[in-house]
Every structure is written in C-alpha cells, then in structure tokens.
C-alpha cells in the first residue's frame, strides 16, 4: 500500500554522500525524511562485497535502496536482496546521465528503453513486496517533447509503478559532464506538475536546486513530495526543521549538541575504518555553516591528522575549538547557500 506521505520530503541519493554514515547523521537531524542509499550497480552488489554496499543501521529507516541496471534478472536479484537487508524501497536509477553509466545501458539513457524499464520493473515486483519506484529525467537531449516523458511515466504507471521522482531537467547525454548536467539543462518544474495533473493516482516527489524548506513548502502546493539533494547535503542543519515545519511534529527540535553526542556515541559503537571515519567527518562539515566558528569546524574535520588524534572525540574537540563549547545552541539562522 503507497502511502503518499512517505515520500513528502526526501533526501537525494548522491554517489560518495549519502553512505550509510551520512544517513545516520541526517537521521539525527529529522525522524520523518525518507533516506535514499548512494547507488549501487548490480554489478557491484552480484560480485562485490554484498554486507559493504548493504549494511546500515535500523535508527535509519525509512531508508530506499537505489539500484544501477539493466538487466531484469540481476536487478530483481539485487531487489530481493534489498528486501532481505530491511530496505523500505527499491529504486530504480533512470536519472544519470554519466558516461560510465551509459556504457553500462543504465540511468538516463534507459527513458530511451521504455520496454526495457518495464521488463526491470516487472522482474523487481515479482521479487519483491517493496515498492519499486523509477527516478528519472524530464526528457534526453535537446527533446522537450512532454509527450516522451508523459509516455514514459504512463507506461510504467500501467505496469504498477506509483511513485515517480523527477529531476526536473533533460539529462544530456552527450558534451556535459554529470556535474554540468545537475545544473547547465533548464529546470521545468511544470513538467512535473502537469505529470500529476494527467496521473493523478500516482505519487511525484519533485526534484532539483530546492535549496530551502520555503522551497519545498511552495512545491507541495503542486506536487506530493520534493526530493532535496546538495542543500540537504552542504546545508544539512535545514533538515533540523524538517519534522516541525513539514509533518506538524511537536516533539522539541534537536539541538547541535544532540547531533554532535549522538555522532560521538554513535563513532564509538559503530566499526569504521579510517577511510570511513573521515568521511563521516565530511558528511559533518556543513553543521555549523552560516554560524561564528564554522570555517574551523570543517578545517579541522578535514585535517587527517587531527582525526586521527582525536579519534571518537573529533566532533567534540572541533566543536570547543569552533568556539561553541560553553554556548548554548544558537538560535537557526537562514540557511546559506554557498557551494
Ligand atoms: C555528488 C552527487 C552524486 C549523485 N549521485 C546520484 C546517484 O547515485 N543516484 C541518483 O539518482 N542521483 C544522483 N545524484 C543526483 C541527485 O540525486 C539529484 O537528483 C540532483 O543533485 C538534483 O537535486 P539537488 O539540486 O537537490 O541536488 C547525485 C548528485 C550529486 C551532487
């Protein structure tokens, strides 16, 4: 059963982010997001270490596993095996337009294989209880024919997708780079709406340069949900107000000192690696952005050395050199938008 609610705001999946310990620190910020993994190619998940790219910890549910692929067969194998791990969804990548990807006949260029999607998306359902959803763009190239994306989506929808999230740009596929084209392809949020507008049954979460919860807030006047990427990710101390401002919540707002305990507790109990340690560390770099102190707060997340050091105590110990040891949790600023 689709729940429309589920899906009112997301946070993007993003390659080299959104790992399982980036999740848990959103998780610490907002109850109600819906988390979304990095993407993992069936490749990746068939031959490579299957708990690596999986694991995750139960605090961060509801969590989406992304899929990258094009075979029916692998990637209702690799469905399955989301469900086994506990993921609360199965997503299907029809949005990248890297040329990696499209050497693998995945991502963006499959909104070219309509017939191709259908037979993934059938080979998933028959695998798993899950919802399997597609995200994807609004059109390939220079086509900004709606026609092409309304058949796209009516298509799946007849074959029992309900949950589409769209990018709201063409993806190009030739000449821009995957950075390029998250920014260069005009944004055509009406696309999106009038998706709605024809399949009204099913859910659309918005996506693409929502930088703020006033955002998001005038987006769900149109649409179901909105997915929100690099702000969620540079800016995360937005998704602090998630909870109240986006699902009525009247349980008392989290405080930086909160995030910054439970990320200690949670370095202590969880295994990592060096290489994972830092990460974390980077996934906590926009914490205090627009706040006195937040330039050595990521200077000193960023020092390998430090990290190293401090080990578990990093958070703490970049927190009182940032000068925030003895204050209270400031008031929430506006959100900066500086990267
Ligand atoms: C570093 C990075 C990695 C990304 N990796 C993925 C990915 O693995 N799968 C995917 O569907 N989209 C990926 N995206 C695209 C985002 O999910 C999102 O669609 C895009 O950034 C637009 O949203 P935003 O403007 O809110 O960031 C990535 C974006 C970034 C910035």
Redo the contacts with the bound molecule.
Sequence with gaps: MIEKESWKFCV???????DRHCRYFHRQLTKKARL????VTTGALIHGDKARHLDFSEAEHPVAL?L?GSDPTELAFCAKLGEQWGYDEI?L?C??PSEKVQKGAF?ACLMQETQVVIDCVKAMQDATTLPVTI?HRIGIDDNEDYGFVRDFVGNLFANGVRVF?V?T?NAWLKGLS??EN?EIPPLRRQIAYQLKKDYPEAVFVI?????SLEEVETELKFIDGA???????YTPWLLADVDARLYGSNIEPVTREQVIDSMTEYLKNTAMDFHALRATCRHMHGLLTGLAGAKTWRRLLSEARTIEEEGSEIFHYAYARAGWADQKDPLKEDEMWSY
């Design positions: 993007a999946p993003m390659l080299d982010l959104t979304y993994s990095e993407m992304q990258g997503n990548n949005g990248c991502g995200k999230i990018h740009r995957p950075k998250r996506n693409g340069a929502l930088k997915m929100v990427g690099r702000a969620a990710y």
